[in-house]
């Protein structure tokens, strides 16, 4: 049965890595003993079932009165190579080159084979154009580290979707633990709040927005002439309209955005289920001696990888289409879970004060804030604004040429598409 939905939903499948399979099993195992141990000792697990598909995401099915987790192993792919991309600092040729990889999977994984293919191809001729460097060149360090980042945020994947399976089973504990997260929330949330009120930092917040648009528009189209001054006056006039709208934001309180969540169901849980996750990813890690100011600025990618992700689809599904309102929701919603995630991490360091001492709750925090303001600026810098303006280029641009005579040649372009992205 499992089979036939795979099939059904998924379309063209090919067998996962039996090394990967393992490594996968052994991390549903512990979530299993994990969650066991310190949510719920009658929790029942779905059956794990890894698949190898260009959907690349992760879900729970309920056939025939059994439950199934579905994870994707390609899910697993991309996390790595986004890593890779902002670990080697990797230069925009580069990130341009998967990231149209990237669109075109999106596009073929929905269906839309041409937009696919139109992809695909830009992708091909991006990618032909690149050095090729042997994969034995990646220094060993570098490697262990994105190795490490990403089964952190696989187990994250893994864990947030058990964390879905939770909350449907007991309720009660759902609620409890939403109450005792959320509850830490409010409390963060009304010391920051107060002390936004007291003092205005709407300056530099605007100053950092532009330095990193600044930085981003510099990496992709070079410095400005010398003597070109109106790239500054631009800059500065958006600083200004930047600061004066936080300044103009700044009773829009973290408390009220606690309250949009508990109005919010559907948000609720999402955030419930990072929290939950990011705990239980905290420590798995610890358990092998990996610091928290490793694993929790993991979870954190691992959150806005998936954003990402299903901001693409948002945007291939409807393109110029998508309404300014869904947008701004999306954008909202990920601001919501990421400033919760923020607070709930700041929640447990105050426990930690009560436990270790305020000397060792300082440095942690200092170290984990550090972390996660790091990945934070070079996610938006390497890959989510530089996405933006990718996608920006590829709407506006006309339709390669080929294309149209591949389609209307009235051939199968799965494999051609398949073929371009080496995606067997």
């Known amino acids: 049965m499992i089979a036939a939905y795979i099939e059904a939903t998924r379309g063209d499948s090919r067998p996962p890595s039996p090394e990967l399979t393992r490594i996968y099993e052994w991390l549903f195992l512990t979530l299993r003993r994990n969650i066991d141990l310190i949510f719920s000792s009658t929790f029942v697990a779905p059956e794990l079932?890894?698949?190898?598909?260009?959907?690349?995401?992760?879900?729970?099915?309920?056939?025939?009165?059994?439950?199934?987790?579905?994870?994707?192993?390609?899910?697993?792919?991309?996390?790595?190579r986004l890593n890779k991309l902002i670990l080697e600092d990797a230069p925009p040729e580069m990130v341009d080159a998967y990231l149209y990889k990237l669109f075109?999977?999106?596009?073929?994984?929905?269906?839309?084979?041409?937009?696919?293919l139109e992809c695909a191809l830009r992708h091909f001729q991006l990618e032909r154009d690149l050095p090729q460097e042997p994969a034995s060149e990646e220094p060993a360090e570098m490697r262990g580290r994105r190795f490490e980042q990403t089964i952190l945020q696989e187990h994250f994947v893994l864990a947030h979707e058990l964390a879905h399976e939770?909350?449907?089973?007991?309720?009660?504990?759902?609620l409890r633990w939403g109450e005792h997260y959320v509850d830490q929330v409010a409390t963060e949330a009304r010391v920051r709040d107060e002390h936004w009120a007291t003092s205005d930092h709407s300056r530099e917040i605007a100053e950092s927005m532009a330095g990193d648009w600044d930085h981003a528009l510099i990496r992709r189209f070079g410095p400005p002439p010398e003597g070109e001054d109106m790239h500054r006056q631009h800059l500065s006039t958006w600083t200004e309209e930047q600061a004066t709208a936080v300044r103009q934001t700044r009773d829009r309180s973290r408390l009220r955005m606690v309250d949009r969540i508990r109005e919010d169901p559907v948000?609720?849980?999402?955030?419930?289920?990072?929290?939950?996750?990011?705990?239980?990813?905290?420590?798995?890690?610890?358990?092998?001696?990996?610091?928290?100011s490793v694993s929790i600025p993991a979870c954190f990618v691992?959150?806005?990888?998936?954003?990402?992700?299903?901001?693409?689809?948002?945007?291939?599904?409807?393109?110029?289409?998508?309404?300014?309102?869904?947008?701004?929701n999306f954008m909202e919603q990920t601001q919501t879970r990421v400033v919760f995630f923020r607070l709930v991490v700041h929640a447990w360091l105050m426990r930690i004060m009560s436990d270790g001492g305020l000397e060792v709750a300082n440095d942690i925090e200092q170290r984990l804030n550090s972390g996660i303001d790091?990945?934070?600026?070079?996610?938006?810098?390497?890959?989510?604004?530089?996405?933006?303006?990718?996608?920006?280029?590829?709407?506006?641009?006309?339709?390669?040429?080929?294309?149209?005579e591949m389609v209307r040649s009235g051939n199968d372009l799965k494999p051609l598409i398949k073929l371009l992205c080496q995606l067997d």
């Open 49 to 80: 079932t890894i698949v190898y598909t260009p959907i690349a995401l992760s879900e729970a099915v309920l056939l025939d009165d059994h439950r199934h987790l579905l994870y994707d192993q390609y899910l697993g792919n991309i996390l790595s």
């Open 104 to 116: 075109a999977l999106r596009h073929l994984a929905a269906g839309r084979l041409e937009q696919a």
């Open 166 to 174: 939770l909350h449907r089973q007991d309720r009660t504990i759902a």
């Open 267 to 292: 948000l609720l849980e999402e955030c419930i289920c990072d929290s939950i996750a990011t705990q239980l990813t905290a420590i798995f890690a610890s358990s092998w001696r990996i610091p928290f």
């Open 302 to 328: 691992a959150l806005r990888h998936l954003r990402m992700i299903q901001h693409i689809d948002s945007w291939m599904e409807k393109g110029e289409d998508l309404p300014e309102v869904e947008l701004r």
């Open 374 to 404: 790091a990945q934070n600026h070079v996610i938006g810098d390497q890959v989510s604004l530089h996405m933006v303006r990718l996608y920006d280029m590829w709407v506006e641009e006309p339709r390669v040429k080929v294309v149209n």
